[in-house]
């Protein structure tokens, strides 16, 4: 199986549709709304706007009409890229233990409260255990799963959901679908004030594991049926997460709410080892999930903005996570010092049609203590790299355009002139970091009185 570089052809620019700041058909100083909606476990070759053979129509049209963004890199695995998502910062600076956000970090919630946007998160958690973790991170409302409670068997985040929303445990029902749940309750969400602007951060429990079927497969009709686990469900996955961001979609443009969107689609790792995905010119990818590989770490993103936007576009700009916060701050007309002190690089301009400040490398620190803070990752690696160039903290260099597999390691002196040239770049940006070897803890745990993580089972008291 082949890892392989997308070959996506060029859109054509609409006539018409380049809007540059202070253009657009909003009024002046209007806040947009802003939703954020990040695919679990999707690496970039599941949609068929970057060649995959699944069916993806809502998001291939998203990316017809807005900006595809070919060089988005996210942390790979689930918490480490939610932390830097949603703090502007590198994993090393507050990232201390799986499934938990270090309580003295702020993040985009924060942000859009201070900016005077209503806020709400709807979805996948994971980031402690308490109800009142979601207020304190700058959620005035909230439907997720992985809150409160530990795993307990069947069901959970697809059929027969566990769900709790604004303080209260949703009543359980195997004809339910988690998925559906969450996107009704952003409906409902926004349908309650629309005078005041809104930010939406939708982390989606789809695609992830386990692999079953959705209300669309033939086989939901059969209670047995629906928590049978099949790798050939994923397709079926992936087309349901599709649908139901392009009801999104639809809502807000029968609703009059589209224009002043802005509305951002990104996967937060690779996908699970265990796909296989055959793309369109007949190659196969296998995902990367937990590797810091091209596969593990290369996600999906398409970004619109209404009548803001500018042409639909490819942009091969690099973009990391840490980009997202001074992003929506950028959008939200809004910034503080500690927005100020984040380590990312607004991409703004490129989806208004300008061209930005684009950055020269992405950095990925990754150590996800999984298993625990005691016991490092197998996997736990420190990068930098370009376009075409990554370079490890341990001295693997390898040009990633041409072997994205990472299986010819360029020794010293032995690349090309460019090739060690950029060696020596990365290598100098690289030194600006602290030092750093698999297992440091470069932070210590936070943990507020009262916001203490009290996981329970379903049932308990």
């Known amino acids: 199986m082949n890892t392989v570089d997308m070959h996506i052809p060029a859109k054509a620019a609409i006539p018409g549709m380049l809007l540059l700041a202070g253009t657009a058909a909003m009024n002046a100083g209007e806040k947009p709304n802003i939703i954020l909606i990040l695919a679990d476990d999707m690496g970039y070759e599941c949609l068929g706007a970057y060649g995959s053979t699944y069916s993806t129509p809502n998001l291939d049209r998203m990316a017809e009409e807005g900006i595809l963004f070919t060089h988005a890199y996210a942390q790979p695995l689930s918490t480490p890229s939610r932390v830097e998502l949603m703090t502007g910062r590198y994993n090393h600076r507050n990232y201390v233990e799986f499934g938990f956000l270090n309580q003295d970090q702020q993040t985009f919630g ?14 996948k958690w994971q980031l402690g255990a308490n109800s009142a973790l979601p207020g304190h991170f700058g959620f005035d409302r909230y439907c997720l799963w992985q809150l409160n409670y530990k795993r307990s068997g069947n069901g959970e985040r697809y059929a027969d959901p566990l769900i709790e929303a604004d303080g209260k445990v949703l009543g359980r029902d195997p004809d339910s679908y988690g998925p559906d749940i969450f996107e009704s309750y952003i409906e409902d969400f926004i349908d309650a004030d629309r005078e005041k602007p809104f930010f939406v951060y939708w ?24 928590y049978a686990k099949d790798n050939r469900h994923f397709p079926e996955m992936v087309s349901y997460c599709d649908k139901l961001v392009g009801k999104l979609i639809s809502y807000l443009k029968d609703n009059g709410l589209y224009e002043n969107t802005l509305i951002i689609f990104v996967g937060d790792n690779g996908t699970n080892r265990k796909i296989v ?28 903005f209404g009548s803001r936007q500018g042409a639909p576009d490819i942009c091969s700009d690099l973009i990391d996570f840490s ?13 503080n010092g500690w927005v100020r002190g984040s380590d990312g690089r607004s991409f703004l301009p490129q989806i208004e049609g300008r061209k930005g400040n684009p950055r020269e490398w992405v950095f990925c620190h990754y150590d996800s203590f999984f298993q625990g803070a005691d016991k490092p990752e197998k996997n736990a690696k420190r990068f930098i790299r370009n376009h075409t160039y990554k370079l490890y903290s341990t001295g693997e260099f390898f040009n990633v355009a041409d072997d994205p597999a990472e299986q010819h ?27 750093w070897k698999a297992g440091d803890i470069p932070v210590q745990k936070v943990e507020y009185p009262g916001l203490e993580s009290r996981s329970k089972k379903y049932g308990e008291d």
């Open 110 to 123: 924060n942000l859009a409260k201070e900016a005077g946007y209503r806020t709400c998160i709807a979805g």
């Open 203 to 226: 982390p989606m429990a789809l695609v992830h594991d386990p692999f079953v079927v959705t209300p669309d497969s033939p086989e939901w009709d059969s209670a047995e049926d629906r």
């Open 277 to 304: 995905t055959r793309m369109k010119d007949g190659n196969e990818i296998q995902g990367g999930k937990g590797t810091a590989t091209e596969n593990g770490t290369h996600v999906p993103m398409i970004a619109t």
């Open 323 to 335: 980009d997202f916060l001074p992003t929506l701050s950028q959008a939200m007309g809004y910034r």
């Open 409 to 435: 390691d360029i020794l010293p002196g032995e690349g090309s002139r460019e090739a060690e040239r950029d060696r020596r770049s990365l290598a100098k940006e690289l030194a600006r970091f602290p030092a």
